[in-house]
């Protein structure tokens, strides 16, 4: 089954507005957690990540929040901008365990508009 | 700095052909990814490789190979191409347990 879940395949916030979007995982060994950004005809970008020894990180307008009993997490992206306009990737990966992979979610489509 | 290069761009075949896509980085990366993008399911992991000659199946490695030849380089074999298969392979290197960089991706057409 699918690890890392995107439910929502988009999202339409106006200019200024926050934008929230979400993943869910399944394996409890995930302990870190990653969002990646995708431009049409691009490749992903790494926008920000978080290990599990924390539950929030703030870096600028983005802030990355991780349930862990919820198997949740979260990136928010305050006073959002029409250049946000891409594809989110979340992605899990379980760095204790000696594994350098990372599981991706199907990515969630966010378009700003002014 | 850094870059991952995908040869070739674009990549036709025909139906049952074997088809060979290459991936090098002068990062110095220890590991190496192979994943095939599909719209609406997002990456999904072929095979990978944390050293020289290392191989490790990801989650859709069957109707794959895959060779670490040498540190900088990690090359993907399609054993058999599917007829109408439309995809886009994206390499990635990362240092441990950090960030992974992505190559411009290789885009297939089987027809």
């Known amino acids: 089954g699918q690890q890392v879940k995107q439910s929502s395949p988009s999202l339409t916030v106006q200019e200024g507005g926050i934008s929230i979007l979400n993943c869910d995982y399944e394996?409890?060994?995930?302990?870190?957690f990653a969002w990646y950004k995708k431009y049409p005809d691009n490749s992903p970008t790494l926008l920000i990540s978080?290990?599990?020894?924390?539950d929030k990180r703030e870096d600028g307008r983005l802030t990355v929040f991780l349930n862990k009993s919820g198997k949740h997490f979260s990136l928010h992206i305050t006073a959002s901008q029409p250049e946000d306009t891409a594809v989110y990737l979340c992605?899990?990966?379980?760095?204790?365990?000696?594994?350098?992979?990372?599981?991706f979610g199907q990515g969630t489509v966010l378009s700003v508009i002014p | 700095g850094g870059i991952i290069t995908q040869t070739p761009k674009f990549l036709i075949g025909q139906e049952g052909q074997k088809l060979t896509l290459k991936c090098q980085q002068n990062?110095?990366?220890?590991?190496m990814y192979w994943y095939r993008q599909d719209s609406g399911k997002g990456l999904r992991l072929i095979y990978y490789?944390?050293?020289?000659?290392?191989?490790q199946k990801g989650d859709l490695s069957e109707g794959y190979d895959a060779s670490r030849e040498k540190k900088s380089s990690f090359s993907l074999t399609v054993t058999s191409a599917q007829k109408n298969e439309m995809a886009v392979f994206l390499c990635?290197?990362?240092?441990?347990?950090?960030?992974?960089?992505f190559g411009p991706g290789t885009r297939l057409t089987v027809l």
């Open positions: 990635a290197s990362s240092p441990w347990g950090d960030e992974q960089y």
């Open positions: 394996n409890d060994m995930f302990d870190y």
């Open positions: 978080v290990r599990s020894n924390v």
């Open positions: 992605a899990a990966g379980a760095r204790r365990g000696g594994n350098n992979k990372l599981t």
């Open positions: 990062f110095n990366h220890d590991t």
């Open positions: 490789s944390i050293t020289e000659n290392d191989l």
